[in-house]
């Protein structure tokens, strides 16, 4: 085989790859951004956007699955029992993210018990992270004033780490120690493909801070959602 055909095998190769990628992604995408956009930008309650981020995160899937019987069978028609089982699967995909977070993902069982008090849509997106990237440790979730002065900050009076109007915590921290830069890159990406902002903090301890929006979106979402009936 000439250098060409080796050239252009490995073309084909990377071009399917990258194809297959955006395939996977995809219906993860349509999950968190959608319910993330219609959360924050249009003001629909949490669990309202993240039922219809499954919607389409489910038809999506349907589609998929529309495609493989037609190539295999000629026909597209789907069974009950198969768009029965994709609704499943997707509604026991997002239960998992919301409601479990593993003791090897938590720096302590104290941030582990925390879990439940962080935003549904950020859990979502952790817990989604964590299916590829096994080895994420959450350092931080909820804090209260008091744990500012014990790490010898002073208090912030806007920290999403607090519990905000709507009662959960819009951020949560994330280690990036021993893990090399070309991974804590990635996953910075991976939140801003999301729609969610990051920043890297070196206060007490170097960790990535990713929060549902910046501290200024969410002191004027807060605010209009005071003003809303």
Same mark, same amino acid.
């Given at each position: @085989?000439?250098?060409?055909?080796?050239?252009? *095998?490995?073309?084909?190769?990377? &071009? *399917?790859?990258?194809?297959?990628?955006? &395939?996977? =992604?995809?219906?993860?995408?349509?999950?968190?951004?959608?319910?993330?956009?219609?959360?924050?930008?249009?003001?629909?309650? =949490? *669990?309202?956007?993240?039922?219809?981020?499954?919607?389409? @995160?489910?038809?999506?899937?349907?589609?998929?699955?529309?495609?493989?019987?037609?190539?295999?069978?000629?026909?597209r028609r789907l069974s009950r029992l198969? &768009?029965?089982?994709?609704?499943?699967?997707?509604?026991?995909?997002?239960?998992?993210?919301?409601?479990?977070?593993?003791?090897?993902?938590?720096?302590?069982?104290?941030?582990? /018990?925390?879990?439940?008090? =962080?935003?549904?849509?950020?859990? =979502?997106?952790?817990?989604?992270?964590?299916?590829?990237?096994?080895?994420?440790?959450?350092?931080?979730?909820?804090?209260?004033?008091? +744990?500012?002065?014990? @790490?010898? &900050?002073?208090?912030?009076?806007?920290?999403?780490?607090?519990?905000?109007?709507?009662?959960?915590?819009?951020?949560? +921290?994330?280690?990036?120690?021993?893990?090399?830069? *070309?991974?804590?890159?990635?996953?910075?990406?991976?939140?801003?493909v999301m729609g969610f902002p990051t920043?890297?903090?070196?206060?007490?301890?170097?960790?990535?801070?990713? /929060?549902?929006?910046?501290?200024?979106?969410?002191?004027?979402?807060?605010?209009?959602?005071?003003?809303?009936?």
């Open positions: @085989m000439s250098r060409r055909d080796v050239l252009r *095998w490995t073309g084909l190769g990377v &071009l *399917w790859a990258i194809r297959l990628g955006v &395939l996977v =992604v995809l219906p993860f995408f349509l999950l968190i951004r959608s319910s993330l956009y219609l959360h924050i930008l249009q003001g629909w309650s =949490v *669990w309202l956007s993240l039922a219809l981020g499954a919607a389409l @995160m489910t038809t999506l899937l349907t589609g998929y699955a529309a495609w493989i019987t037609q190539r295999f069978t000629g026909s198969a &768009l029965g089982s994709l609704t499943a699967v997707v509604i026991c995909y997002s239960s998992f993210a919301l409601l479990y977070l593993s003791q090897t993902n938590a720096k302590s069982e104290e941030i582990r /018990s925390f879990y439940s008090s =962080v935003h549904p849509i950020l859990r =979502v997106a952790v817990g989604t992270l964590i299916l590829v990237d096994g080895d994420l440790v959450l350092t931080d979730t909820k804090r209260s004033r008091g +744990d500012y002065v014990g @790490m010898g &900050l002073p208090p912030r009076q806007r920290s999403l780490h607090f519990p905000q109007p709507d009662g959960y915590v819009h951020a949560v +921290d994330l280690r990036t120690a021993r893990r090399g830069e *070309w991974r804590n890159g990635l996953v910075r990406a991976y939140f801003a920043l890297r903090h070196v206060g007490t301890h170097d960790h990535l801070h990713v /929060s549902l929006q910046s501290e200024t979106a969410a002191a004027r979402w807060a605010s209009t959602s005071r003003q809303r009936p």
